[in-house]
Every structure is written in C-alpha cells, then in structure tokens.
C-alpha cells in the first residue's frame, strides 16, 4: 500500500503513531499545557499526544477545540502531526492561527479508508510525514 497523504495543513512531523477509533474532542478531552487526553471515557485517556503522529476518524465537540489545540500548538504540547478520515474546519483554524500567531503549526491532513485500516494495526509505529503527504 502506498503511504500518502490528502495534506490539509502542510508541515513536517515524525513520531509515533497513535490511533483510535473514536472521534476526540480537544474542548473538554485534551489539557493544552501537558498534552494529556483528559476525556476519561475516551480510549486514549490518559495518554500524553504530545509529540505523536495521531490518527482518528475526526474531531467532535464545539469550535471550542481550535482555541485549546492552537494553545497546545503554542505550549509545544500538541499532537506532531493530526490525520483524519475527513477536512476538519476546527483543527485547521488552530494550525492556521498557529502559524500567523506564532509562526509555527502542524501538519493535518487526510487520509483513506486504506490507510487508516493500515494504522489501526501499526499503533506505535514511527512515522516521518512530508510536506507533500508522503510517509514513510
């Protein structure tokens, strides 16, 4: 299978995969000043994103999220790089502000059925991400 990517938000990252099945909210589900998933009826609670490549259906909750993942983007603390099966508005403002706010983003993209059957079965695999979506 190829490894590419719909890029979103063009960007770099490298870092371990993380992968859920379930929609995450970053209003309410993720603390921007440590990278913690603090929804505690999510399967990633308790896991520190900080750093990781993550990979989920797409986000849930209010606009809300942009402001908490744009804060997590300024405290360093956000995902290295966030991939979806589908354009999400809220996490693409947060990076877009990032970059005019503080000069520095994430990668989001989209990704296939295919692929994100593939990351299902390789949670913790490394991953480098390119500008142009190709991953290796």
């Not at 490549?53 to 966030?82: D, K, M, Q, W, Y």
Request: hydrophobic residues 45%.
């Amino acid at each position: 299978m190829e490894l590419s990517l719909k890029m979103l938000i063009e960007g770099e990252a490298a870092g371990p995969l993380v992968f859920t099945g379930q929609p995450l909210s970053f209003w309410g589900g993720y603390d921007s000043h440590s990278g913690e998933v603090i929804d505690r009826r999510h399967p990633l609670s308790g896991q520190n994103l900080a750093g990781k490549v993550l990979v989920l259906p797409g986000c849930r909750g209010s606009s809300s999220g942009s402001g908490v993942l744009l804060e997590a983007i300024r405290n360093r603390t956000a995902p290295a790089a966030i991939i979806t099966l589908e354009a999400d508005h809220i996490l693409c403002l947060a990076a877009l502000l990032a970059q005019e706010l503080y000069a520095r983003s994430i990668p989001i993209a989209v990704a296939s059925a295919a692929f994100f059957e593939w990351a299902a079965r390789h949670d913790g695999t490394t991953l480098v991400l390119k500008p142009d979506g190709a991953l290796y």
